[in-house]
């Protein structure tokens, strides 16, 4: 069975700088795609930004990029130029190709210092 | 833009009701899900259906149920609620093998 692991429960970062969510999954596929959801505290989960394993190139959305490491299972997020209304539940997850189920790590709460 | 609409933001029940949770989607999507969300654990899935009177466990399927008369509703339905069923849930939507949309989630609470 698939898992995902964010060892980062919660973080912190002062307004306009650069903050990097660490994620890390488990599986014996190749081929999958790995998701980054922001749930603010209006509820709501949001799709960040999507990375398809076959792709190389990091996926980016403005100021969100990811750090995709296949070898090594890892799927970072980095906001740059971090902004008041990035705070935040921020979620990894994992859906393995043919698969409908997502499977989601713990969260990472972000905190934006103004 | 895809909506996916839960009936309730913020639901009271007793233990041992029956609690229906509503969910519908407006954008023609053939899968919906059911997740519970708790604070350390992330969100888990109940149960998801891929088509019309379809469904498939998921990950912490006991003590409910699931009923998808159209393809647009999603119902899941608590038999006997009890207190350790209190949790925020969502529903989310998807096309196949494309990315969920969420509902704004029900906070629901069993005394």
């Known amino acids: 069975a698939q898992t995902v692991t964010q060892s980062q429960p919660e973080m912190s970062v002062q307004e306009a700088e650069t903050v990097t969510l660490s994620c890390t999954y488990d599986?014996?596929?190749?081929?999958?795609?790995l998701f980054w959801y922001k749930q603010p505290p209006s509820r709501q989960m949001i799709l960040v930004i999507r990375q398809e394993a076959y792709k190389q190139q990091n996926a980016t959305e403005n100021r969100f990029s990811v750090n995709f490491q296949k070898a090594a299972k890892s799927f970072s997020l980095k906001i740059s130029d971090s902004q008041l209304g990035d705070a935040a539940m921020y979620f990894c997850a994992y859906l393995g190709f043919g698969n409908e189920k997502l499977t989601f790590g713990t969260g990472t709460r972000l905190t934006i210092i103004p | 833009d895809v909506k996916v609409t839960q009936s309730s933001r913020y639901l009271v029940k007793r233990t041992g009701e029956k609690v229906f949770l509503e969910c519908v989607q407006d954008m023609d999507h053939e899968n919906m899900f059911w997740y519970r969300q708790d604070p350390g654990l992330g969100l888990r899935l109940i149960y998801f259906?891929?088509?019309?009177?379809?469904?498939e466990k998921g990950d912490i399927p006991e003590g409910y149920s699931v009923s998808r008369e159209k393809k647009e509703r999603f119902s899941l339905i608590l038999e006997s609620a009890s207190t350790n069923q209190t949790s925020m849930y969502l529903c989310?939507?998807?096309?196949?093998?494309?990315?969920?949309?969420f509902g704004d989630g029900t906070r629901l609470s069993i005394l």
């Open positions: 259906s891929y088509d019309v009177k379809m469904k």
């Open positions: 599986t014996s596929e190749s081929d999958y795609y």
């Open positions: 989310a939507s998807s096309l196949v093998v494309q990315p969920q949309h």
